[in-house]
């Protein structure tokens, strides 16, 4: 099953929205990327990243409401190795699965179960019961068999359940697969929740449905542009003023990513206690050299100002704390440009003179 997991890596993307995160999988052959609906629900484009390659932008190119499920395209210029292959078989009860994907920001993870029931319906629609561990971040990631075929996309758990996840049959993808390909291949479109037929805007007819007549939600196709307000939007123009690319670092709302040369920054706003972290973790303690490493953070710590170094377990990270009252675009700018900077230059010294292990920012 190893072989079978690594045959993924290049597959599975983890895709961020101002409203969270989500999993997703390349479809080389149809150049899109199958992911949930309510993963990029209200986005015209995401943030996707894998484990080869960086973030980057993917545009929503498809909507289906009644499955959950949703399409971005490819990037152009995206080049990857991996191959996936969608079963077109139904699975059998006790039947063991893996559930891949990106749970709660965790970075490529997969968990293994079997089959509870091959089909149980919710809405009209059937999914794969399955005992494997699907949690949020999950969702969008491919179940897949013991062979490495795809045969569901994992959507929905009961939180009050044990063990009780959800997926979208392969069966039911390959045909929503066929029938996008057949007719709005790279055209921006959405299925009818009423009569299931898709449509694009252009073919609504006054608002609705030109096969049944149903009011269509234009949401599907007109999504809001996110706007930041209060911190979150102090924050952003902060990072855009100091040359980051916000769109790319948001990882949620009050949360943001960035990567600076081999240091990867993360700033969360905690608005329960309202205050704002700003951490690099720069890599994990040696097993040679520790006192000298602790002389030197300390001694670095005694000449730093707004920033100082901590240890977290074996992570050795830089960062500083904010208030959020306290935050503004003068002082703010100052400090995380300062941040930025000196993680980038710390965590090569730190490895090379110390025999610090760089994070995997990867």
Same mark, same amino acid.
Request: hydrophobic share 35%; glycine share 8%.
């Given at each position: ?18 409203? @969270?995160?989500?999993? +997703? %999988? ?5 150049? *899109?990327?199958?992911?949930? $609906?309510?993963?990029?629900? !209200? ?117 009050? @359940?044990?063990?009780? +996840? %959800? ?5 039911? *993808?390959?045909?929503?697969? $066929?029938?996008?390909?057949? !007719? ?179």
């Amino acid at each position: 099953m190893e072989a079978v997991i690594d045959s993924y890596k290049d597959i599975i993307v983890q895709i961020h929205t101002p409203g @969270g995160s989500g999993s +997703g %999988f390349i479809v080389k052959d149809k150049g *899109l990327i199958v992911t949930n $609906r309510h993963v990029i629900a !209200g986005s015209e484009e995401v943030v996707i990243r894998g484990e080869n390659f960086k973030k980057t932008l993917a545009q929503v190119i498809y909507t289906d409401p009644l499955n959950d499920i949703a399409f971005l395209r490819v990037p152009d210029g995206f080049d990857e190795s991996g191959h996936v292959t969608i079963s077109n078989e139904k699975v059998n009860a006790g039947e063991k699965i893996i559930a891949i994907g990106h749970p709660l920001g965790l970075r490529f993870t997969a968990t293994q179960g079997i089959v509870s029931k091959s089909e149980r319906k919710f809405n009209n629609v059937d999914y794969i019961q399955v005992d494997a561990a699907i949690n949020p971040g999950n969702s969008g990631g491919p179940l897949i068999n013991e062979r490495g075929e795809v045969v569901g996309v994992n959507t929905f758990i009961f939180r009050d @359940g044990e063990s009780l +996840g %959800f997926a979208l049959p392969s069966v039911t *993808l390959n045909d929503i697969l $066929r029938e996008y390909d057949e !007719g709005y291949q790279n055209q921006r479109a959405s299925k009818c929740s009423s009569c299931t037929n898709l449509v694009t805007k252009d073919s609504l007819q006054d608002g609705y449905c030109p096969h049944c007549g149903n009011k269509f939600d234009l949401s599907e196709f007109d999504s809001t542009p996110y706007n930041p307000e209060g911190v979150s939007k102090t924050m952003e123009s902060i990072l855009t003023s100091i040359g980051k690319d916000v769109k790319l670092s948001r990882v949620g709302k009050s949360a943001w990513d960035i990567e600076e040369g081999s240091a990867l920054i993360k700033i969360t706003h905690n608005t329960q206690n309202r205050f704002i972290y700003c951490d690099a973790v720069l890599g994990s303690l040696p097993k040679q050299n520790i006192a000298n490493l602790y002389d030197y953070m300390l001694k670095e710590n005694y000449d730093l100002e707004a920033l100082s170094f901590s240890v977290n377990q074996q992570n050795i990270v830089l960062g500083t704390i904010i208030y959020d009252a306290d935050l503004n675009e003068e002082s703010g700018k100052e400090i995380l440009a300062e941040l930025f900077q000196k993680a980038d230059d710390y965590d090569n010294y730190m490895a090379d003179t110390f025999g610090m292990e760089l994070a995997e920012n990867a």
